[in-house]
């Protein structure tokens, strides 16, 4: 574990810890956690680079709030949100009305001092709730990964752990073929402007679906053996679009095991199609996910099952572990006779009884002979 220490906060640092790493998270904790905006050259600046992030949130402030008090502690609960999570995430702060309407996209400010989130080619979206701490850093949490990003192993992590009430929000990940997209190469987030890639990412742009999942895409092609082991995917199938989710509910219980959903080959073909998915995920019309690993192994058999025999489909609205369940009990039960079988002293104070129950039983029906009397002659 590595911890980081910044009087008087300390944090437990989960990134990577390759030399380069180490050195800009220590670069990073150098720095002011709020830093002003002169001009929106300042803003590039704190998006680009090792030192900043494509998502960056904002306080928007004035000396002249109607509520000075009230102005004070929104400013005081800002810094102090940023100073907590200054060691993963970017905060920035403008005063002056020009700026902050050209950071704004020439809209209409809202009531000084507010709360935003920006990110280059998206909508700014505002914090709703009072400025305090806690909700700086709830909405930071909830808002800190991109709209659309590239998932790849420096990433994948944090797009799984968005946070949502008690859980996490799930993760639409469209996988794609590089080679499909008749372009020489790895896959690179050019492939979110144009085709299947740019339509979903069009569809994390809608308040509906944003709401509801993280979206990304990612190189299927890379993944190709375990895409086909784990989720049944042929890389002949791709571009295909699953919904990873950490944390699920399995017999009532909520657990943080992995689970996934999986589109019909041909599904990820346009917005229109990929939107139909996502909502009957979030309705839970699309049933119940399938866990990863051995957990998810009835669920697995169970769909190859139904790929035989289609008509198993009717029993979809059953709970999921229903044929769990029964393999499950009977186990507990023969585990329970067996733990509570009784002891050797036991078994021989029953074989003594019933030897001796057996030799009582035979004396009794023994034949009763009288002895010969011997007769005396005449």
Request: proline share 6%; glycine share 8%.
């Amino acid at each position: 574990m590595l911890m980081v220490i910044q009087a008087p906060t300390r944090w437990v640092y989960n990134g990577r810890r390759k030399k380069d790493d180490l050195l800009t998270l220590v670069a990073r904790m150098q720095m002011p956690a709020v830093r002003p905006l002169q001009s929106a050259s300042d803003l590039e600046q704190a998006m680009e680079g090792e030192m900043g992030s494509p998502v960056v949130f904002m306080q928007g402030r004035s000396a002249g709030a109607a509520d000075a008090s009230a102005a004070t502690e929104a400013l005081a609960a800002f810094d102090a949100a940023a100073h907590t999570l200054k060691h993963t995430d970017v905060f920035v702060s403008a005063a002056q009305p020009e700026l902050l309407r050209k950071l704004m996209g020439g809209t209409e400010l809202p009531t000084l001092p507010f709360v935003a989130r920006l990110e280059r080619g998206e909508e700014p979206r505002l914090l709703t709730e009072v400025a305090t701490q806690a909700s700086i850093e709830a909405f930071v949490g909830t808002q800190r990964v991109p709209s659309f990003s590239l998932a790849d192993d420096s990433n994948f992590g944090t797009l799984l752990n968005v946070p949502k009430g008690d859980g996490f929000l799930p993760l639409a990940l469209l996988l794609l073929d590089p080679e499909s997209t008749g372009k020489d190469g790895p896959l690179t987030m050019d492939a979110s402007f144009e085709g299947v890639g740019g339509a979903l990412r069009t569809l994390s742009r809608e308040p509906a679906l944003r709401d509801q999942f993280v979206f990304a895409m990612a190189c299927g092609a890379e993944f190709e053996e375990y895409l086909k082991e784990i989720y049944f995917i042929d890389r002949s199938t791709l571009p295909r679009l699953i919904v990873l989710w950490k944390g699920d509910y399995f017999l009532g219980f909520f657990t943080t095991l992995r689970s996934f959903f999986v589109d019909t080959p041909g599904e990820a073909a346009d917005a229109a199609s990929m939107r139909a998915f996502l909502e009957r995920v979030a309705s839970g019309a699309e049933g119940f996910g399938e866990f990863e690993g051995r957990a998810g192994a009835p669920a697995r058999w169970w769909r190859l099952a139904k790929g035989y025999m289609p008509q198993l489909h009717t029993l979809d609205w059953l709970p999921r572990g229903t044929f769990v369940l029964p393999p499950v009990l009977l186990v507990i039960y023969l585990l329970f006779k067996l733990m509570s079988a009784p002891d050797a002293e036991y078994y021989e104070r029953e074989l003594a009884e019933l030897q001796g129950a057996r030799q009582q039983a035979m004396a009794k029906a023994a034949p009763q002979v009288e002895p010969l009397k011997s007769k005396k002659g005449n």
